[in-house]
């Protein structure tokens, strides 16, 4: 009971963090809130765990721990934000972010030459048809720019690279300093970027200050902490089953808080693509990791 308990919040603040960042986006540019967030967020690892943390014994682990770091959540949140920034809802940039065992998949067989088992492959086609259809759908209806796909496809770009790389260069790295020099290195990055590129655009208010404790605690150090349990607890294939969750929550929660209905058609693509998502994870062994980067 307590694991199901555990599971259900991280599933439910998994997907309603993709509906957090489009709120706080309305008060914040997405450098400047993202810089602001994980600069808190460092602050809060550090005194909860890092102290105690073992960190990497040489200067090419720190490099390799950050710019795992940086691809999984610069990268990952900057295009995610601005993907939703330009237009493009909750509910399908958590869709397209799914996509990323698939992602992953693609690419050990094309790099790592890991051949694709016959079900992988059927797996990917079914995929990519689920998201296709939600995304078509989305463009003939003027719901979704180049812009906000070209975001989101950089997301999908920056996990995907940085779980592979993680996965190569960062295993044997504890977790708790591992994630304080994530948080570091992002914060060092977006905070000025969010200068040079926004001018710090951020509305201080109760919504941001709402905004950041959802992020901080209950994401970034709750359902984190939370997803690593799990895994630790032998769950890394009920782990990555949660994750077909997020699309479906995701929509629920912009459905509740912005009133965005989803069509008939959205449920049947989300519905496909998790399908095809499911095939090539559970017949790839190596490839059950859950994605490095943090909550949306």
Do not use: K, N
């Amino acid at each position: 009971m307590r694991m199901r308990l555990l599971a259900a919040y991280f599933v439910i603040v998994w997907g309603g963090g993709f509906v957090a960042s489009r709120y706080a986006l309305q008060f914040a540019a997405p450098f400047t809130y993202i810089g602001v967030r994980y600069a808190i967020a460092f602050t809060v690892a550090m005194l909860a765990f890092g102290l105690r943390a073992r960190w990497p014994g040489s200067r090419a682990q720190w490099g390799h721990v950050a710019i795992a770091g940086l691809l999984s959540h610069a990268g990952y949140l900057g295009g995610s934000h601005y993907a939703q920034r330009w237009g493009l809802s909750a509910g399908v940039t958590a869709l397209v972010l799914a996509l990323q065992p698939l992602a992953t998949a693609l690419v050990m067989s094309r790099w790592l030459h890991e051949r694709l088992a016959p079900r992988q492959m059927i797996g990917v086609a079914v995929g990519l048809a689920g998201v296709a259809l939600v995304v078509v759908q989305r463009v003939d209806s003027g719901a979704i720019s180049l812009a906000s796909l070209m975001a989101v496809s950089w997301a999908l770009l920056c996990v995907t690279a940085g779980t592979l790389y993680q996965r190569q260069f960062c295993s044997g790295v504890d977790l708790r300093s591992a994630v304080c020099i994530h948080f570091a290195a992002t914060a060092l990055l977006m905070l000025p970027l969010g200068w040079l590129v926004e001018g710090f655009d951020i509305q201080w208010s109760p919504q941001i200050a709402g905004s950041l404790v959802y992020h901080v605690l209950l994401a970034s150090i709750g359902a984190y902490s939370i997803f690593h349990l799990l895994l630790r607890r032998g769950q890394a294939t009920g782990v990555t089953s949660l994750l077909y969750l997020t699309p479906p929550v995701a929509a629920l929660a912009e459905w509740a808080v912005f009133r965005v209905v989803p069509t008939p058609l959205m449920w049947a693509g989300m519905a496909i693509a998790c399908i095809g998502v499911a095939m090539v994870t559970q017949a790839m062994p190596g490839s059950r990791s859950v994605p490095a980067a943090d909550i949306a």
